[in-house]
Each structure stands twice: as structure tokens, then as C-alpha cells.
């Protein structure tokens, strides 16, 4: 299982705005769709957004849709989620990782539920949105 870090979180009021990042210690990620992942207190994992191996086609989840936007550089071998307005119930720990297939909202389900059973997930960051 590729293992990526996600960073850039931190403690915004609310309306304030992030960009998360997410790298690979050693592996290239062009190869790789990219899904981005949020933890609340006391919930499951839930798929927020997520990017084609290209950069080409996103989606995101209708809770973030409008708000938060995925992007890669593959140059950089990252890839970003920038959030927006962001609110209360946004505050979670952030994760990236591949997705077991092409981007979309179903495949981010599964690879959610699948990482969490089999997997593991890698280094999150902390995300938290109050005034």
C-alpha cells in the first residue's frame, strides 16, 4: 500500500481558508489516483474529494462541493486540497491515499471502508475550525 503524509492543517476560524498538501516519501503518485479523506470525533472516515492520476477529472463529495478543490502537480509529485469557507463541521483529521480504482465518489467510499479494514492509514493532519 502506497503510504502518503498529508499536511497543512491547522486551527482556522470559521469562513477561513487551507491548502493541505500530500506526498510520497519515495514513490511517484503520477501513476496514482488520489483521494482525499477526513476523521471527525467519534466518526468514520469519510471520502471528501478526489483526483485522476492525470489531473484531469475531480470529484468531490456534495458536503465540500463548491468549497474545497482538488488539484495535483505531478511535477512536484503532490498533490493539494484547497478548502474554502470553511465550517465547524469541517474540523476532522485530514488524509490522503490511492484509490482502489478511478476517481469518483464510489470509489472513494470503498477505499475509505477498505484502508480502514485492511490498511492503514497514513500520517493526517489536524484540522480544526472554530472561532
Known amino acids: 500500500q502506497l503510504q502518503l503524509v498529508a499536511s497543512g492543517g491547522a486551527l482556522v476560524q470559521p469562513g477561513g481558508s487551507l491548502r493541505l498538501s500530500c506526498a510520497s516519501s519515495?514513490?511517484?503518485?503520477?501513476?496514482?489516483?488520489i483521494g482525499w479523506f477526513r476523521q471527525a470525533p467519534g466518526k468514520e472516515h469519510e471520502g471528501v474529494a478526489c483526483?485522476?492520476?492525470?489531473?484531469?477529472?475531480?470529484n468531490h463529495a456534495d458536503s465540500v462541493k463548491g468549497r474545497f478543490t482538488v488539484s495535483r502537480d505531478n511535477a512536484k509529485n503532490t498533490v493539494y486540497l484547497q478548502t474554502n469557507s470553511l465550517k465547524a463541521e469541517d474540523t476532522g483529521v485530514y488524509y490522503c491515499?490511492?484509490?482502489?480504482?478511478?476517481?469518483?465518489?464510489?470509489?472513494?467510499?470503498?477505499?475509505?471502508?477498505?484502508?480502514?479494514?485492511?490498511?492503514?492509514w497514513g500520517q493526517g493532519t489536524q484540522v480544526t475550525v472554530s472561532s
Open positions: 483526483i485522476s492520476s492525470s489531473g484531469i477529472s475531480a
Open positions: 519515495g514513490s511517484s503518485l503520477d501513476r496514482y489516483a
Open positions: 491515499a490511492a484509490l482502489f480504482g478511478p476517481c469518483s465518489i464510489e470509489t472513494l467510499t470503498n477505499t475509505a471502508r477498505t484502508v480502514t479494514e485492511f490498511g492503514s
